[in-house]
Nanobody
Framework: QVHVVETGGGSVQPGESLRLSCAAS?????????????VHWFRQAPGKDREFLAG????????YYADSVRGRFTIFRTDVDKRVHLQMNNLKPEDTAVYYC?????????WGQGTQVTVSE
């Protein structure tokens, strides 16, 4: 089955940048691999609901963003290693959360374990 893993989290000061990466191994029950799936980034802060951030179509087109991060965050694919990334610029303390990646197989959604991002002075 598909195993999704997020990497790249860490602790930074306000105004700094981080790049998160999402990779997955295996195949879905319908036989598709990660490169053939639509991918999304979410985050969840303590005591709050999970928040959608960005998504990208399986062919790399059609990227879209939540209003809260549009202009600061960019989602993109790198074909050579079949990964999906979230470039996060000008980070703010309110960006502190666990960041999650998912892959959507049009009926089955696979989640990663999350990666912590902390933004503080």
């Amino acid at each position: 089955q598909v195993h999704v893993v997020e990497t790249g989290g860490g602790s930074v000061q306000p105004g700094e940048s981080l790049r998160l990466s999402c990779a997955a191994s295996g195949r879905t029950t319908s036989g598709r691999t990660f490169a053939n799936l639509n991918v999304h980034w979410f985050r969840q802060a303590p005591g709050k609901d999970r928040e959608f951030l960005a998504g990208i179509m399986r062919d790399g087109s059609g990227a879209y963003y939540a209003d809260s991060v549009r202009g600061r965050f960019t989602i993109f694919r790198t074909d050579v290693d079949k990964r999906v990334h979230l470039q996060m610029n000008n980070l703010k303390p309110e960006d502190t959360a666990v960041y999650y990646c998912n892959a959507d197989d049009l009926g089955v959604i696979y989640w990663g374990q999350g990666t912590q991002v902390t933004v503080s002075e």
